[in-house]
């Protein structure tokens, strides 16, 4: 008969070859430390997760916010532009039938006001109303009630205007023809918490 190997003899051979008992792995597993380390380490890793990911939130937050300003600055540009490049030396006449001059400025909370041509004349009127830069337009030029406002810039602390004419550039506005309308205008704006742009615009064709 066959004789079968004890324990020791079973354990010594397969120690031999390089594995251990069951019973032993069982009876060995992570000791404190280790357990400590790696809680410590996966930790780190998730306190470096969160911070990579709040990083990128707000990232992309600023990121927004900085090209919806520069997408609403060029929308506000683009406006005058178009508007100002149209200015047209037309004496006017509001709701009442009183006359009005072809270019006004400076006037309260109305900032500039001036008659734009095209295919479709109107009285336009840039105001500054509650820190609110506002586009004011009548649907014909004479008698007719202003529209609806529209927004186009918030936040705004103050604004200042200078104006070129044959000469060079004044701060006010002053003219003895009522038709006169000015060449360029300057406009500078002060928003909260941050520095000035100045922006600069031919009003019809310059000259």
Do not use: C, Y
Not at 47 to 60: E, K, P
Not at 149 to 160: D, H, K, S, Y
């Amino acid at each position: 008969m066959k004789k079968r190997p004890n324990g020791f003899t079973s354990f010594r051979r397969s120690a031999e070859h390089g594995f251990t008992s069951f019973r032993r792995s069982a009876e060995h597993g992570f000791t404190l430390v280790e357990v400590v380390v790696a809680l410590f380490i996966f930790a780190m890793l998730a306190v470096a997760g969160v911070s990579l990911l709040s990083f990128t939130v707000r990232a992309q937050s600023a990121s927004a916010r900085v090209l919806e300003d520069v997408s609403g600055e060029r929308r506000f540009s683009a406006l005058l532009i178009g508007d100002l490049g149209q200015a047209v030396p037309r004496v006017s006449r509001d709701e009442a039938g009183r006359p009005r001059p072809a270019f006004q400025a400076n006037q309260g909370r109305l900032l500039f006001a001036f008659v734009r041509g095209g295919a479709k004349p109107q009285h336009v009127e840039i105001r500054l109303e509650k820190g609110a830069l506002v586009r004011v337009a009548t649907p014909f030029v004479d008698g007719a009630a202003a529209g609806a406002p529209l927004i186009l810039e918030t936040g705004v602390e103050r604004a200042r205007l200078r104006f070129r004419t044959k000469a060079d550039w004044q701060d006010n506005w002053q003219s003895e023809r009522t038709d006169a309308i000015p060449r360029a205008l300057e406009l500078t704006i002060t928003r909260s918490g941050a520095a000035p742009v100045t922006r600069m615009f031919l009003v019809g064709t310059g000259e």
